[in-house]
């Protein structure tokens, strides 16, 4: 059962505007939630992170929002640059194991 | 470089053959993670440590798959009697750790190893 889900395989948008990745969890136990980001023939990088108490956390062109009532999170770049070009992952947690969405591949067209 | 290292970058394998892969987490994470990764998919957790010892383990785990962490340090993952459903991308994670779980104890990720079984 995927409990971390990433509707929308890929995205594109125009440098220089926003991007809006999302996700949606269905555990209600999950407390902290991250997005990594992830080159070809690398693993995952770490990008940002929010802690269940918050509904926001803000780190220059990143910012994530959590809805809990929702169950959704989102990730916004601002502005958009070509270098942000990657597959992006959402995961949560709940104690000891992180679960991960399947992915969002960004393209930011220069 | 002070992050996260695997080997074998890539291998590739018959059918049958055993391989093992190794990790070598951050130093002074106390935590550390087994993934794989198959196309189209995010990482699926397999299995962790804290410290030395294997804590938690996936129902993805088969018989077939063995992890250690003999010293608290570098990890080793071992696939016997390789299927071709065992190709996939293994990554390795550590995190500072701590028991329960941090907010802040995010995982860094190697660069993984890719499996190929022919």
């Known amino acids: 059962d995927q409990q971390v889900k990433q509707n929308s395989p890929s995205l594109s948008v125009q440098e220089g505007r926003i991007s809006i990745l999302n996700c949606d969890y269905t555990?209600?136990?999950?407390?902290?939630f991250l997005w990594y980001k992830k080159y070809p023939a690398e693993g995952p990088t770490f990008l940002i992170s929010?802690?269940?108490?918050?509904d926001k956390n803000e780190d220059g062109r990143f910012t994530v929002f959590l809805n809990k009532s929702a169950k959704h999170l989102s990730l916004h770049i601002v502005p958009s640059q070509p270098g942000d070009s990657a597959v992006y992952f959402c995961?949560?947690?709940?104690?000891?194991?992180?679960?991960f969405g399947t992915g969002t591949s960004l393209t930011v067209i220069p | 470089d002070t992050g996260v290292s695997q080997d074998p970058r890539h291998k590739i394998t018959k059918r049958g053959q055993n391989v093992t892969f190794r990790c070598d987490p951050i130093?002074?994470?106390?935590?550390l993670y087994w993934y794989r990764q198959t196309l189209g998919q995010g990482p699926e957790f397999l299995t962790y440590?804290?410290?030395?010892?294997?804590?938690?383990k996936s129902r993805l785990l088969s018989d077939r798959f063995s992890a250690e962490r003999p010293k608290g340090s570098f990890s080793t993952l071992e696939i016997q009697r390789t299927e071709q459903g065992d190709s996939a991308m293994y990554l390795c994670?550590?995190?500072?750790?701590?028991?329960?779980?941090?907010?802040?104890?995010?995982?860094?990720f190697g660069p993984g190893t890719r499996l190929t079984v022919l």
């Open positions: 994670a550590s995190s500072l750790g701590g028991a329960p779980i941090l907010p802040t104890d995010t995982q860094y």
């Open positions: 555990n209600s136990m999950f407390d902290y």
């Open positions: 929010i802690s269940s108490i918050k």
């Open positions: 995961a949560a947690s709940a104690g000891n194991q992180f679960y």
């Open positions: 130093s002074e994470h106390n935590r």
């Open positions: 440590f804290q410290n030395e010892a294997q804590l938690e």
